[in-house]
């Protein structure tokens, strides 16, 4: 896929969600039906808060108040869900899928249980998130902006898995060259926080809710010292400091300031793609192949308003983070951004997995 | 001591805010629909709460909790009702609950086994709020002592609960424990994505098997297809005997072993990450522990209901702890519950460290609604028990058409692909075998249910204590052996030893006769291929990976170890020996006028024909055929309890909004819903 056919597309979703979008919303009406909303993931993840937030606000403003139900499809790290969506053909609107940073990495290291392709889905909706990652007080009294002084600490991380949104954070300090060895098999990032508390972990990372919610305390207490947010994407696409966290310095900041570290090259090149592909752009709502484009633009209007809505961004705020939400071309546009990786970051990646963990996709 | 000042005003804030009329009125419509959910087995908490969700947007604060606590708290109780009835375990809180109870059901004591396990509960509910009320103060440093080393051994502890539920040869409880945990292992680890037994080719087969189906094969098919076979109803009496005042005097009777199974079931409630899984069986080794006469148990002692009940009632109170102080949810539907409490109001309730700061009055009003609830909940469950308990005088040829229904559309509710019902007979089969030769049941669900966290918490804590070992050999010991962890090891010694001396009087089957060599040493035969296989598969994963595969190599290598022993014993022992028990030689599964084969057809064939025309047809086709041809039923009759039946399922999976198992039939014509 080229990138002028990337913009391209683009445009003409744009002109679209724009022209369209009014006279075609009185053809769509959903009148009694009932919308079906699947999330490959159990009724207990980040997902399902994500899609219960949405459901009912977005009943309100599609036309004809349908219900919008979740459903939840979980099994084999959400491939399995993502692929019975890759085979649905209703195109009716009936039928939206919510998909997120776990369904999107497999995708790109070419998993082999992926058979889905994102290039035929329609994303009508977006919502991204950042992440901070902290430090014990002993070893965060070491952190003076740079990690020169890290590098001969060893660090134990409770990780959910190196092929998961922790690819982020494990070659980040990979490349500032620190010795973080993760330990496998925790089920969410709020039980590696506890095994911080517990003082079994000794660096840790959230995303940015949970940081506000369950880690802030902890750097109150002075028993945590936060290190780096992963940073935000400016419109030029440029890593700058994320606006939840403007007292912290970015991950680039971090690297700049770190002997041996570069913000250039194949490392940081694969590292910046999978930060896009985890995290300004993490969970994406979508219509499945073939959806006519009215249906399509009734969403993006159904979207929009709820984006509109005067209460939004304090309701939001809570469930989503204070993060901009995407619709319509502009959610196209985040997945584009979050479902192509170049082929040397994405060797890299492999490679680097394979000799740091041993983790072989194929 | 600031803390508890202000305890007191908003204890009495929180009693302010629960007794209104309106709160009231949504916990007691809570409660009602947790009823009707928990009696499903396989269901439970999430799929009520998953319901509830779309209505908390905005919700009054208090009003969306006493719904949604109302729905949760209730759980634990009802689905003692499939527990008792039916042999059922209704979720990972009730498994030990079958154990004495379904035997009382047989034996005409339904109402008295339901009475004296819902008072338990109602009083495990209120020991864990009244505990909770002063302990949620100072919770957070206890919780926090509980690292790995600790958690690992808590599960040491319950999976030590296998040796007084061995049955009579020790080695094949040991050895029935272990492949449970092998089963267990099967599906991607979690910890190096490896795969175990499973290849990317079946996808189902890499998310490993679900506790419910498990559950379903192991405990409630031997038994329905046994009862099936036999032709009679579950109660060997026709008139009930003790109803439900006496299981109420029971309960009051053995007060003291309820008090602590309470406070066992809280305390491990506490622990993040242990859930429901072991509570009930430390509470079981418990009760039959500090019991002197312990040949009843496994037959139906009362005594085996109220202590599992007493505990898991507590430990939805325990499971407060994390959720609320540290966000943490302890169990799946804790998980929803924390993202549904963002969700109410205006949103400014936030669960975790600010909890005990910030809402004080909330957190009190959560924990009291919780002992509301229970009263409520047990209130309408003991109300019910006698009229419910007279299922079990019922011709069982007229129940089992339907618990087939139910265990099917249980089973496919946990992955929602037709393969969860293969799944289901494939371990269907499983349990009848075990249950045929006398190999402990309990053990192996013990040991399936154990598999992962013993996994998990003794990697994780490995790699931890190696990094601890490079900073210094004292920091590593520190960590390991810690205060709670040797007071854990001595405990489980203790049990390990008592509990050998006490299985041979505890026969969770009953008393199985022996009979010949050949049908036992094939199916131990079958065990120990099986075992070879899930070794080699297992030692076929990469060194660098060592995490996935030495718990399969050690436990699948002791498990092979006694079944070579026990093979050698079968070998030298002369025909009759109580090493070949086979309940097919005498007894109620011998004398049956059905044979085996035969009953599991009817089964087998739902199943097939859901492959082919998808459920709701094939199960219409099932019941008339099975009501005509093997209940002998009119047609009247038939289709009147045809209709029933699929009256009731249908308004079931509407209401929870869930689909029915689809076959080839809907894969190539578009149908509506409830065929699709």
Partial sequence: MTLLKLSRRAALALTAAAGLAA????????????????????????????????????????????????????????????????????????????????????????????????????????????????????????????????????????????????????????????????????????????????????????????????????????????????????????IVRDPTFPDLPSFKEVCEATDGCETSGPAWDAWKAFFIAGYPSQKIA????????????????????????????????????????????????????????????????????????????? | MEIFANALPALGDAWALILQPIVLGYLILGVTMGLAVGVFPGLGGIAGLSLLLPFMFGMEPVYGLALMVGMVAVVPTSDTFASVLMGIPGSSASQATVLDGFPMAKKGEAARALS????????????????????????????????????????????????????????????????????????????????????????????????????????AIPEIVSLLRQDRSISENSNLGAGWLSGVKDWFDNIWLSVRCSLIGVLVGIIPGLGGSVVDWIAYGHTVQTTKDKSGFGKGNVRGVIGPESSNNAKEGGGLVPTLLFGIPGSGSMAIFIGAIALLGSGDIEVGPKMLKDNLDITYSIVWLLALANVFGTLMCIALSGGIARLTTIRFTYLAPFLFMLISFAAFQSGQSFEDLLALFAIGLVGI?????????????????????????????????????????????????????????IVTLISVVFGIRQAKAIMAEGDVQSGSKRAPVTFLLIITAYLVVALLNANAIPDFNMTDKIV????????????????????????????FADKEVAGEDADAPYGLWSTLAWFAGLIAATWVVGFIIALVGFLITFLRVRAQAGWFKTLILTACGLGFICLMAGALNRDFPPGLLQGAVDMPWPLK
């Fill in chain 2, 116 to 219: 004296a396990a819902f008072a338990s509960s109602l009083f495990g509910g209120l020991v864990g709020a009244l505990f909770l009320t002063a302990f949620i103060l100072v919770a957070r440093p206890i919780v926090l002592a509980f690292g790995l080393p600790e958690m690992l051994m808590i599960t040491v502890l319950g999976l030590s609960m296998v040796a007084v539920l061995a049955g009579r040869v020790p080695l094949k409880g040991l050895a029935a424990a272990g492949l449970g945990m092998m089963v267990g292992t099967i599906g991607i680890a979690d910890a190096g994505g490896s795969l175990r037994m499973a290849s990317y080719d079946i996808p189902y087969l890499t998310d490993g098997l679900q506790l419910v189906i498990v559950g379903l094969g192991i405990f």
């Fill in chain 2, 552 to 579: 399969p190599l050690v436990v699948g290598g002791i498990s092979l170890a006694c079944c070579l022993i026990v093979l050698v014993q079968m070998m030298r022992s002369p025909e009759g020996d109580v090493v």
């Fill in chain 2, 433 to 489: 075998f075990l249950r045929r030769f006398d190999w402990s049941r309990p053990a192996f669900l013990i040991g399936f249910v154990l598999s992962n966290p013993v996994e998990k918490f003794s990697n994780q804590a490995f790699q931890i204590a190696s990094f601890k070992f490079r900073r210094g050999f004292e920091t590593g010991m520190e960590y390991l052996f810690s205060p709670i962890v040797i007071v854990l090891i």
């Fill in chain 1, 286 to 362: 979508f219509l499945p192949a073939g959806t006519p484009q009215d249906v399509i633009d009734t969403y993006t209007a159904a979207f929009e308003a709820v984006r509109a809505r005067p209460d939004f961004k304090e309701i939001a705020s809570q469930q989503v983070g204070e993060y901009p939400m995407f619709v319509g071309a502009g959610a196209q546009k985040a997945t584009d951004e979050a479902t192509t990786v170049s082929d040397e970051a994405k060797q890299f990646v492999l490679t680097w997995l394979k000799d740091a963990y041993g983790v072989e996709l194929n």
């Fill in chain 1, 23 to 238: 006279p075609a919303m009185a053809d769509v009406d959903f009148s009694g039906k009932t919308i079906e909303w699947v999330i490959p993931f159990s009724e207990t993840g980040g997902s399902a808060k994500w899609a219960n937030f949405f459901a009912p606000l977005l009943s309100e403003e599609l036309p004809g108040n349908p219900t919008v139900v979740v459903k939840f499809m979980p099994g084999a790290g959400s491939t399995k869900g993502a692929n019975w969506f890759q085979e649905q053909t209703e195109g009716d609107g009936t039928l939206l899928f919510g998909s997120s940073g776990s369904t999107q990495f497999p995708f790109l290291l070419d998993d082999p249980r992926v058979m889905y392709e994102y290039a035929d889905w329609n994303a009508v909706m977006a919502t991204g998130t950042g992440g901070v990652a902290y430090l014990n007080a002993e070893d965060g009294a070491l952190f003076d902006g740079s990690a020169n002084q890290l590098k001969d600490i060893p660090f134990i991380f409770g990780s959910q898995g190196a092929t998961g949104l922790d690819l982020v954070p494990l070659l980040a300090w990979e490349m500032l060259g620190m010795n973080v060895e993760p330990v496998f098999g925790i089920k969410g990032r709020g039980d590696g926080r506890l095994m911080f508390e517990r003082g079994e972990a000794t660096i840790d990372y959230q995303t940015s809710s949970g940081y506000i919610s369950g880690s802030m305390d902890l750097v109150n207490a002075g028993t945590a010292v936060p290190m780096m947010s992963w940073g935000a994407l400016d419109e030029n696409g440029m």
